[in-house]
């Protein structure tokens, strides 16, 4: 797979605040790109207005099996990404079959599942030879680790390990991100608590790094969603990053490389 290429992304999640921003760097790029929108989203409206008038394609379906595998296999995804999840206050407001493990780890192996079919009933999964194969891309977290602690980091290590598993038993390629915080003030939804911390924390490592110390920061500090962004499409479309994971400071990286011609 080469960036030269133009084939089709499809994106879950898009109506998040990373979502949001792929979709709008993917359309500014010239991907043809599918924004994933549950029909009960509460930004339906908004999001979708939004993500025609950038040129990109609303596949308004439920997360039900066979509606997910339909609509994955209409449209023949090169890339993939999962960058859905609830949080405990979201769930709670939702009620039953809106926790982490009916969103975060259910949808997602969903999603794995309809790419892993795709690909194992069209022969697609040989292109692993060749670098051709459609890539399943992960929105995972910092710390999402065997042996990781609460539901939120226990439910990343689980969809990453049933990610591996579907990528060897199908041939789908995988790459899986880990960053810290994704936030800033661009960010829709209010969430003080992350935001507070991330930028005491955010002060601490930067003024670290003044000091010449910048490993701390690249690797903790938090990342807009548009950084993010820029990262996750060098991760969906590069070769190279095929079956890998990247931590935070190599999507740091990844992000200042990427072409700077898109700006938030
Ligand atoms: N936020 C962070 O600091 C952070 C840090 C590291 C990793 N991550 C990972 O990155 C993911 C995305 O982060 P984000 O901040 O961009 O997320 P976000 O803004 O909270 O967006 C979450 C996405 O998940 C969807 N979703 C939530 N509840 C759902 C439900 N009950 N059913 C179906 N879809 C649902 C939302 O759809 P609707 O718009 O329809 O609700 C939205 O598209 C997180 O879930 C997490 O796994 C986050």
């Known amino acids: 797979m080469t960036r030269t290429e133009r084939s089709p992304l499809l994106i879950f999640g898009a109506t998040g605040y990373t979502g949001r921003a792929l979709v709008e760097l993917a359309c500014a790029r010239g991907w043809p790109t599918h924004a994933h929108i549950r029909p009960a989203s509460s930004r339906a409206q908004s999001a979708g207005a939004r993500f025609e008038s950038l040129g990109a394609a609303l596949e308004s379906v ?3 099996a066979d509606a997910i595998r339909d609509c994955v296999a209409r449209l023949r995804p ?3 990404f999962g960058l859905l999840g609830t949080t405990q206050k979201r769930a709670q407001a939702e009620g039953p079959g809106n926790d982490y493990a009916a969103v975060d780890v259910g949808m997602t192996q969903m999603a794995i599942d309809a790419l892993a079919q795709l690909a ?3 022969g697609r999964a040989t292109g692993r030879a060749t670098g051709s194969a459609p890539r399943f891309v992960y929105l995972s977290s910092l710390g999402a680790r065997e042996g990781a602690r609460g539901a939120y980091l ?3 290590v689980q969809v ?3 990610l591996r598993a579907k990528a060897e038993a199908s041939g789908i390629e995988f790459a899986i991100a880990r960053p810290s915080f994704i936030t800033g003030p661009d960010r829709d939804e209010s969430r003080p608590g992350e935001r507070i911390t991330s930028v005491i924390a955010d002060a601490g490592l930067g003024a670290l790094a003044a000091l010449g110390i910048r490993g701390p920061r690249d690797r903790y500090a938090s990342m ?3 950084e993010l962004a820029r990262a996750l499409l060098e991760i969906g479309t590069r070769n190279e990053a095929r079956d890998q994971v990247f931590e935070a400071d190599a999507l740091r ?3 200042a490389t990427s072409e700077a011609s898109f700006e938030a």
Do not use: C, D, F, N
Request: glycine share 4%.
């Open 78 to 80: 090169q890339v993939v």
């Open 253 to 255: 990286a990844l992000a």
């Open 160 to 162: 990453e390990a049933y």
């Open 62 to 64: 439920p997360w039900e």
């Open 224 to 226: 807009r969603g548009h």
């Open 120 to 122: 194992t009933e069209t």
């Open 154 to 156: 226990r439910a990343r």
